[in-house]
């Protein structure tokens, strides 16, 4: 016969989630590009679109190749940030999407909406 079982679970602390903005040096009055690197999810886009609503440039450009994850929540303030854009008569697009990004944003039906590029480079190029 066993005698009474304890089970004892200790928890890790969880790590503390993090979204950095990085604006790159290419950027400038006309066009902002900006490189994210962290999680963009429920603990991260209040700051992200207080921020990026914020920004004047005519164009932005958001390199997601940083995005260690996304969500639901980050990407509802991807197309918040697009909308208020486009409402001020401003662009968006978004570069560098990991393969776990971009299935969210398929998900959610919005390959066709968002403007997706595959690099920096080519979102600057269709704007020129």
Do not use: C
């Amino acid at each position: 016969m066993f005698g009474p079982r304890t089970l004892r679970y200790s928890p890790s602390p969880m790590q503390p989630v993090h979204l950095d903005l990085e604006k790159l040096p290419n950027s400038n009055g006309n066009q902002t590009v900006i490189r994210l690197s962290g999680k963009l999810s429920l603990e991260t886009v209040h700051n992200f679109v207080q921020t990026l609503r914020a920004e004047p440039a005519a164009h932005l450009i958001l390199d997601l190749g940083g995005v260690s994850f996304l969500d639901s929540a980050g990407v509802g303030a991807l197309v918040q940030i697009f909308v208020h854009r486009r409402n001020q008569e401003q662009t968006f697009a978004l570069t560098g999407l990991a393969k776990q990004s971009h299935a969210v944003i398929q998900v959610a039906g919005l390959t066709k909406l968002l403007p997706i590029h595959a690099t920096v480079e080519e979102a600057l190029a269709q704007r020129a």
